[in-house]
Each structure stands twice: as C-alpha cells, then as structure tokens.
C-alpha cells in the first residue's frame, strides 16, 4: 500500500516541542486561590472517593488542555501546583477534578483503582501483581489502554526516573523514511497478550497494530511485554525476523536524543499525554530507604469526549472505536 508523510500539529522531534506554546502550561496565582477556596467547603453530601470540586477556573483549564491533547502536540506539562500546601486528600481531590473535567476516569486494574498510585512495591520481575508502573525498573516506549493518561509527582526519586515522550506520528514518518518495508509491517495486526491483571476480561489474547490512519485520523498504539508475551504461547507463532526488526526500529529511534524529550518531574508538576499521538517511557530510579520520602505518583486514565474514531481492530482491546466513546481502562475482577 502507498504509504505518506503524515502531518498534524503532533508531528515534533525531541527539544523542539519546548518551543510549543502548548506545551507548558502554569497555574495562574487566581486559579489557586479559587482551589484553595474550593477545598475548604465541606461536602454536601457523602460520595466514595475524591470529590469534583466547584471552579470555573479550573474547568476552564481542562476544556484548554483536552483541547491541546487532541489537536496541538499531544503533551502538556503542568507547573505552579503548590503540592506542600495541601494534604494528602487535597492533591487527590484536586488531580480528580481536574481529570475529570477533562474526560472520565477509567479503571486501572482488577481492584477498580480510577487514582493509582506509581511507586516501587518491592515484587520481583515475573511476580503476577508486578506491573511497570509499580518496580524500579526502566520502562520501554509504551502506550496505555486509555484516550489519554495524567501524572502528579507527589514526590521524585532520590536519582533517576526521568520521564521520556516521543511523538509516534514522527517515529512512524522516520520509518517511512528509512525502512518502508517495515513500516508496512507495523500496519498488521500484532497478537497481545491479556495482562496479567487483567482479570475482568475473558479473551485471553487480542489483535491490533502498532499504526493505523482510520477516516484520516491516526493513532499508534504499544506494549511490547504483552506482545512478547503473546507470541511465547504455544498457540500463538513466534514473532516473524520483520515483526521483531519494526518493533525494535520503532524503538531505537524513540530512543535517538533527536526524537525523544527527557524531563523529570518535581513535586506539584503534571503532564498530561494523548496515546494515540505520543509514546511515553521512563529510566530506572533509585528510590530513598525512608518511605515516607519513596518516590510516588498520582495516575489516572482518561475516556476524552473528543477523542479520535480508532480502526475497528482496536476494538477488541478497547471495547469501542466510535469518536467520543466511552473506551479503555481494565474490568475490575467480578465479585
């Protein structure tokens, strides 16, 4: 098939997105004395977990950023929180308005967990409750199962933990440069495994591929470890010599300092990445000994209202493809 350069204000390499006026948004002086406000009116009533709290201001600020996910880069840095002011619950109830004016959360594991937590919990690799976002270790270039996904760094590592985006639709345009052939290839269904905390979900396996252009819109979706995964079964066949060579081209060059940017985050920043757009990875850390001082994270997953229609073969893996639909996220395991 004749494959092209695709376009979209997504397409950047590397530093240049510093110089995006989407990329780097600050919280205004007004819309935190607007917060502080808000968090000091009791509930109304009692509800399970954080609350939605009432601010225009920041409502106003998540219709800007859902916006700049879907058509500008596809990242946006969030500073100016002032995260030691409030308690614990403050930061969660503030992370939990913002994303969900922005989108619906989504369930992020068998427990129903819509806020979780990123931290090292000491499982050894191989153990069945060990996922990346809760080791130490490096993590590949990588998507989620969600429209878009949130962090607020409650506290940094001790050293490392650097957080790295890649534009996909970039790396997909620089394999059409270099390999063609292969780019072909990243067009065809890859099988994935179900994840191993994925209990709510009765198909053992699923197909989609890592590009598709779908009534003009792209998305580009990854998880290697589940396609690894998927093709060390029996019933499944090994990986052909292209499959393994595209899949390890589309890394090697998320990983060249010209496509990818590094930054860390600091306690009270957030970023926020559309998936479809951008790969997301992180570097190994070394944590503290105290655990009060231990690296930690707030994430959430998000079904955006003004998302992007997926190609029909997503729909296994998110269970709707329709643009706006309620997609994504992991069942919580049944009673």
Sequence with gaps: MDRRILEHRATWQGAALLSRPDWHQSLSEE???????????????????????????LRAFADEIRENLERGSGAVLISGFPISEFSKDEVEEFFWTLGSLMGQPLSQSALGEKIYRVRDSGFQLGHSKARGPNTRRALSFHTDRCDAIGFLCVRPAKLGGENYIASSISIHNEILRRRPDLLEVLYQPFHYQRHNIDHGNAWPFCKQPIFSVFEGHFA?????????????????????????????????????????????????????????????????????????????????????????????????????????????GIHPKPE
């Design 220 to 328: 580009a979706n990854i998880l290697r470890v589940l396609i690894e995964r998927a093709h060390k079964c029996d019933e499944i066949p090994d990986l052909t010599n292209q499959q393994r060579a595209a899949l390890d081209l589309v890394e090697s060059i998320a990983r060249e300092e010209s496509f990818h940017h590094r930054f860390r985050l600091e306690a009270g920043e957030m970023f926020f990445l559309n998936n479809f757009v951008v790969f997301h990875s992180r570097s190994e850390f070394e944590d503290f000994q105290a655990q009060e001082k231990r690296r930690e994270l707030l994430r959430i997953w998000l079904s955006m209202p003004n998302s992007r229609p997926l190609s029909p073969e997503f729909r296994s893996h998110y269970g709707a493809t329709e643009a706006g639909a309620l997609r994504g």
């Design 31 to 57: 819309l935190i004395r607007e917060l502080r406000h808000a968090l000091g009116q009791k509930r109304t009533q009692p509800i399970d977990g954080p609350r939605v709290l009432e601010s225009p201001k």
